[in-house]
């Protein structure tokens, strides 16, 4: 129901894959070019050949495998692959590659280990000793220990998804019926039931990852909320308003303690869990609501504004915004989709053409103080930003993709290096690592010169 731009993470499903991307066979494998500073920046980049990087500068430390991985997923100190196998309807391998400097040595293979389906997605819990293997489609599923590659249980029932993986435990839902489905929390490492609940098939659960609780929202307006842990139930209550499938006439959404009702002209907050009506404000805009730094953000009707949590009143607007989301470093970022028409670039990288050529506008970004919705920058040709770490398109010169690590103290962008790709399609970052798939070789890894 929330309507965001990238890097906004589901509330629904949050080991869904991203939304669709251009696929992986787009994009050109990235290499390292060192990028200097000063005078000599003009001169680097018109070299043909990259110079060896220096302090400052992105380091190559892995290049993981021989063929384009099926699914990847970098942790802070290991890269897992997924690649097809012979049939990849019916076997995929699973790989650790080691990242540090220990014994092993960066880019060391620790293990590999076959399993029986299709593999396109690979999850790692929070506690970093759960790797989950699935498709996108079949609902075949592999739980392996992330340490060893031991597979450790699967799942192959039809009409079973995978909610979230969390402190060491699995939360799958299962539909039963059109009207029936069951919640069920399993052990992560033996696949034992924790406990089920049966909840309506038209509900959605929300908030499990920050507060430990799980807020099943109901097409009916009822609200309950279980504990993540063992399922009991820690509050319940009807809304008085009834949500239709497919509309907008009623939102109703889940944000950290609170359940919030949109409705034409008004907003009310609910405080969890037992669904106590906290305030009601009038002449609202219209749209969904999120939770944005100290703030509450509403996207709508062709602007986003800013309220207070405390009452709702609204501290600013900013028209001409059609999306806001939080990044996962707490960024703020306001977003409107591309404008109509080409536009004459001059220049936003590195200078090297100095011929003006036009290219299709961008969608434009802005990062924002969700305090008084001032803009602090443009984010008009990053593609991707995360953990102080944002990849920057250049727009004169065809497939160049800049790295840039942002200033902690005023948010300036430092470019440390870029990578041969037009656009940062699929590339995850995990401190102090960036990783990028490519489309003829191996999923390459850097390591960010961080302070």
Request: charged residues 20%.
């Amino acid at each position: 129901m929330l309507t965001s731009v990238p890097d906004t993470v589901p509330l629904i499903d949050l080991d869904a894959p991203p939304p669709p991307a251009p696929p992986v066979a787009r994009i050109p494998r990235p290499r390292l070019r060192p990028v200097l500073v000063g005078a000599f920046l003009a001169a680097a980049l018109l070299s043909l050949t990259a110079s060896v990087p220096s302090r400052g500068e992105l380091r190559e430390v892995l290049a993981a495998g021989t063929d384009a991985a099926a699914a990847y997923k970098l942790s802070p100190d290991a890269l897992f692959t997924a690649t097809f196998g012979r049939n990849p309807s019916v076997e995929a391998g699973i790989h650790r590659y080691a990242l540090s400097n220990g014994p092993e040595g960066p880019g060391k293979e620790l293990w590999a280990t076959k399993v029986p389906q299709l593999v396109q997605v690979l999850t790692l819990d929070d506690t970093g000793t759960l790797l989950l293997a699935r498709s996108a489609s079949d609902p075949r599923m592999t739980l392996l220990d992330a340490a060893t590659g031991t597979i450790l249980w699967r799942v192959t029932g039809a009409n079973t998804s995978v909610v979230t993986t969390a402190a060491g435990k699995v939360l799958l839902r299962t539909e039963l019926t059109q009207t029936t489905a069951e919640l069920r929390l399993a052990d992560g490492r033996t696949g034992t039931t924790i406990w089920r609940r049966s909840i309506d098939a038209l509900s959605d659960p929300h908030n499990y990852r920050a507060t430990g609780r799980i807020v099943v929202l109901g097409l009916d307006g009822h609200v309950t909320t279980l504990r993540f842990a063992d399922g009991s139930v820690l509050g319940e209550g009807d809304l008085g308003v009834r949500r239709k499938p497919d509309t907008t006439d009623v939102i109703v959404d889940a944000a950290g303690d609170r359940v919030y009702v949109t409705e034409m002209g008004a907003l009310t907050a609910y405080r969890l869990p037992g669904l106590v009506l906290e305030w009601q404000a009038r002449k609202i805009p219209y749209g969904a609501v999120t939770t944005c730094g100290p703030m509450l953000c509403v996207a709508g009707n062709n602007e986003v504004s800013g309220l207070d949590p405390a009452d709702g009143s609204v501290r600013w607007t900013a028209p001409g915004w059609s999306g806001v989301s939080q990044r996962s470093d707490g960024t703020v970022i306001l977003y409107r989709p591309t404008p109509d028409g080409p536009v004459v670039n001059s220049g936003v990288g590195s200078g090297v053409d100095d011929h003006e050529r036009r290219v299709a506008r961008p969608p434009e970004y802005a990062a924002i103080d969700p305090r008084t919705g001032a803009v602090l920058r443009l984010l008009a040709e990053v593609d991707w930003t995360a953990q102080g770490l944002q990849l920057r398109a250049d727009l004169r010169i065809a497939g160049r993709t800049w790295v840039q690590l942002l200033d902690p103290a005023d948010g300036v962008p430092h470019t440390v290096g870029s990578l041969d790709t037009a656009r940062s399609y699929g590339c995850q970052v995990a401190l102090p690592y960036l990783a990028c798939p490519t489309v003829t070789g191996p999923t390459t890894v850097w390591r960010l010169p961080l302070p």
